[in-house]
């Protein structure tokens, strides 16, 4: 009787055991989000202390760019964009993109690329929820992945409509389950099938090349995903994967020589800002989702078509350098991606999405 009685004890104690493992693991590791109703306005700048009667022509702040083309190459590592000094053994996939690094790192250009830190969990979905709301998806919200719903709180794309922006968008059809009736023109493409490389990147190039010459928008947001597939079927250390970037680099440098066509005084571009982004990164298995640095250390170009601003205060500086085979030093910065959306509304002179507005308030 004694033997059975310990036996029982025991099994009861195990089960309490995983009772409470299972527990702390929901309401830890699967945190839930509670998403707030509300959105900002252009008068909440009233009761700002900083509020003057000058204020009153225009929303938070003087929009500092008139145009912006977003270009996302979906999982594209910091190895693909940053020069090869910046890391201990070069590989066959780096300096690729040589098209960004060349505007980078011109004397007197106003081109700069950025380390950009995203957040796990590192899926497409949750990292343009991110992007757009700068509020930290959860790992629950993975499982909405393959059938997302609308984004219901307040984020950068319903502040630019909202606010008389005009969006256009091609590519990863995500961005339409996302934001279902925000774009004023659209050109969406299936994502799911990653052994497709081609389809989704065509038509991205098919569309984007003639809206360049078009006035009836004012963000464009073109999400390619050729390098994330690419990842998926061969891994990063491949052929398909070389063969994509130099495609990307072909085409990012029509882009600039379109944009750069129409900058002068009084052009369609003379106040455009390019950004060439990722997402997310990707192991070399071609893997996301986790919070690994291959996974999380992605990056953002930035380009203004405008002379040169003046240069950084050194206190306000946080670049990385490195000297290259010439001796000549190449600097990068590194910046969080959750500010994405308050940089890019502020550049736009629109107000910031409710919820990271009152995280940066608060």
Request: proline share 5%.
């Amino acid at each position: 009787m004694g033997g059975r009685w310990w036996v029982k004890w025991y099994s009861w104690v195990i089960l309490v055991v995983h009772v409470f493992a299972i527990l702390i693991f929901t309401r830890g590791f699967l945190l839930t989000r509670t998403e707030l109703p509300y959105y900002s306005h252009c008068s909440d700048v009233s009761q700002s202390p900083c509020f003057t009667s000058s204020n009153t022509n225009h929303s938070w702040n003087r929009p500092a760019v008139d145009r912006l083309v977003i270009i996302v190459l979906d999982a594209i590592r910091f190895d693909f964009v940053a020069p090869s000094v910046f890391f201990q053994e070069k590989k066959a996939w780096m300096d690729k993109l040589s098209v960004l690094q060349k505007m980078a790192f011109s004397e007197g250009s106003s081109a700069k690329i950025f380390k950009a830190i995203a957040d796990p969990p590192t899926t497409s979905l949750q990292r343009l929820k991110g992007l757009t709301t700068g509020g930290l998806p959860t790992f629950i919200d993975v499982g909405n992945s393959f059938g997302a719903p609308a984004i219901a709180e307040d984020n950068f794309i319903h502040q630019l409509v909202e606010n008389g922006k005009r969006v256009m968008m091609m590519g990863d059809d995500t961005w339409i389950q996302l934001f279902p009736h925000h774009f004023n023109k659209s050109h969406p493409y299936p994502s799911f099938n990653v052994k497709d490389l081609h389809t989704v990147d065509n038509g991205c190039i098919e569309h984007l090349f003639p809206a360049l010459y078009q006035e009836d928008w004012d963000v464009l947001i073109a999400h390619f995903l050729g390098v994330d597939h690419a990842g998926h079927i061969f891994g990063v250390d491949s052929m398909p994967m070389i063969e994509k970037l130099e495609q990307y680099n072909l085409m990012l440098e029509k882009v600039i020589k379109v944009l750069e066509s129409q900058s002068e005084p009084g052009g369609l571009h003379e106040n455009t800002l390019l950004l060439v982004m990722g997402d997310h990164g990707q192991t070399l298995n071609g893997d996301h989702g986790g919070g690994s640095a291959e996974e999380v250390e992605t990056s953002i170009f930035a380009m203004s078509f405008k002379k040169p601003p003046t240069s950084i205060p050194s206190e306000l500086d946080t670049s990385s350098c490195k000297l290259d085979l010439d001796g000549k030093k190449k600097c990068t910065s590194s910046i969080q991606q959750l500010d994405f959306a308050v940089t890019v509304s502020a550049l736009l002179g629109i107000p910031f999405p409710f919820g990271r507005c009152r995280h940066r308030t608060s």
